[in-house]
């Protein structure tokens, strides 16, 4: 392809998806000037092919639409797109997507299909996990066991991280917060409370 070609159909993709140059410069871990330079002033020429990969693996298109080749692209090098949530102690908004890289999402996860990102809004669990803070849940069928641990639990009209405890009485829960400003819930039975998956991982700002 042309490289007008190839702007005109990246220019359309970032539009299609709600991105900006600058979110799409961070996707790839470059400066938020990157794409804008590569759109606006041909600079550089063409993207590099690691680009390229993340790109299409991210619009879900073919690595050949960005100008790729499609013989280059190793399944290894191909990063996983994962869903971005954001919930509040309220309504839940909508969803966008995160490009991980593969190889270090096998080493938090055995199930890598079944992990999403959350980003976390509240100060519930403050300070374990803070506003802003992001972390990663393996999703959870009704019937799989907890554990003591971290979990996102669905309510009735919101999802909510809490630490789920195992209470002596058996089959009976405690759904507690790391904040003395909000409430606890205690002696619970499983049917109780839904869970929509454990936490595994933790990104936290630093200030």
Do not use: C
Not at 176 to 187: K, Y
């Amino acid at each position: 392809m042309k490289n007008g070609e190839i702007r005109n159909r990246l220019e359309l993709l970032i539009q299609e998806h709600g991105e900006t140059y600058a979110s799409v410069s961070r996707l790839l871990g470059r400066n938020s000037s990157y794409i804008q330079q590569f759109m606006k002033r041909g600079s550089p020429a063409r993207l590099d092919q690691a680009d390229v990969v993340r790109l299409a693996a991210f619009f879900d298109v073919a690595v050949r639409e960005l100008g790729g080749k499609e013989g280059n692209s190793k399944k290894a090098s191909t990063p996983v797109v994962l869903p971005v949530s954001m919930f509040t102690d309220g309504a839940g908004k909508p969803q966008r997507r995160r490009l991980v890289d593969r190889n270090w999402l096998a080493q938090i996860s055995s199930e890598p299909a079944g992990v999403e990102v959350v980003v976390v809004e509240g100060h519930a669990m403050s300070p374990t996990v803070s506003e802003g803070d992001e972390v990663y849940i393996q999703l959870l069928g009704r019937r799989e066991a907890l554990h003591d641990g971290l979990y996102v639990i669905r309510g009735a009209h919101e999802h909510l991280i809490r630490r789920v405890a195992l209470e002596p009485r058996k089959g009976r829960y405690s759904i507690l917060t790391d904040s003395p400003d909000f409430p606890n819930w205690t002696n619970l039975p499983r049917r109780g409370f839904e869970v929509v998956g454990r936490v595994i991982w933790i990104g936290k700002h630093v200030p």
